[in-house]
């Protein structure tokens, strides 16, 4: 069975750092690209970043270029955002999700989604 | 700011069709296939329809995608209670922007 877990997600200050976790299971996670996107409170979903299956190739959205940075390990079968310089504009519930390719809309699996609360 | 438009609600009673419309342009639903995701309240979402009107494994046949030009649209036929729920469609563009705005689905 595909699982995707998330961690990492908590309460940082406007201007801190925080690094999620996406733990995969139940596939050959180096096969597949791997993405973020994330929802803020009441809307809609936003994408964040993307990683080609051997994290060769990267992609960011505009809104977070500069200061995130996702990464994977596929010996340990995990994801990582790492964020920083956050924003309240940050706040949202965070997901991974397995994509066929790196620059796709299909996304079969989603984790169940870790929230990050920007305030002081 | 979305490039893929929908409208923020829609509503139907139980066993009727409704449809949901996401428009875009060349860059996106244009060139790319369009992907349509279902969110019930408080999980994550789920993968409704893959490459314009495929249906993973499991998702009933009553809802449908199609596409034409810059538009695509997801039918969902004998509406049930269950598929109260947000609906977003997805197609790639090189600006990352790659959802819809979302729509509402309210089951009367």
């Known amino acids: 069975e595909v699982q995707l877990v998330e961690s990492g997600g908590g309460l940082v200050q406007p201007g801190g750092s925080l690094r999620l976790s996406c733990a995969a299971s139940?596939?050959?996670?180096?096969?597949?690209?791997m993405h973020w996107v994330r929802q803020a409170p009441g809307k809609g979903l936003e994408y964040v970043s993307a990683?080609?299956?051997?994290?060769?190739?990267?992609y960011y959205a505009n809104s977070v270029k500069g200061r995130f940075t996702i990464s994977r390990d596929n010996s340990k079968n995990t994801l990582y955002l790492q964020m920083g310089s956050l924003r309240a504009e940050d706040m949202a519930v965070y997901y991974c999700?397995?994509?066929?390719?790196?620059?796709?809309?299909?996304?079969?699996?989603w984790g169940q989604g870790t929230l990050v609360t920007v305030s002081s | 700011q979305s490039v893929l438009t929908q409208p923020p609600s829609a509503s139907g009673t139980p066993g009727q069709r409704v449809t949901i419309s996401c428009s875009g342009s060349?860059?996106?639903?244009?060139?790319?296939?369009v992907y349509w995701y279902q969110q019930l309240p408080g999980t994550a979402p789920k993968l409704l329809i893959y490459?314009?009107?495929q249906r993973p494994s499991g998702v009933p046949d009553r809802f449908s995608g199609s596409k034409s030009g810059t538009s695509a649209s997801l039918a969902i036929s004998g509406l049930r209670s269950e598929d109260e729920a947000d609906y977003y469609c997805?197609?790639?563009?090189?600006?990352?922007?790659?959802f819809g705005g979302g729509t509402k689905l309210t089951v009367l």
């Open positions: 999700a397995r994509g066929d390719y790196i620059l796709t809309g299909y996304y079969d699996y």
């Open positions: 139940g596939f050959t996670f180096s096969s597949y690209a």
């Open positions: 990683i080609s299956s051997n994290g060769g190739s990267t």
């Open positions: 060349s860059s996106n639903i244009g060139s790319n296939y």
């Open positions: 490459r314009n009107n």
């Open positions: 997805a197609a790639w563009d090189d600006s990352l922007r790659v």
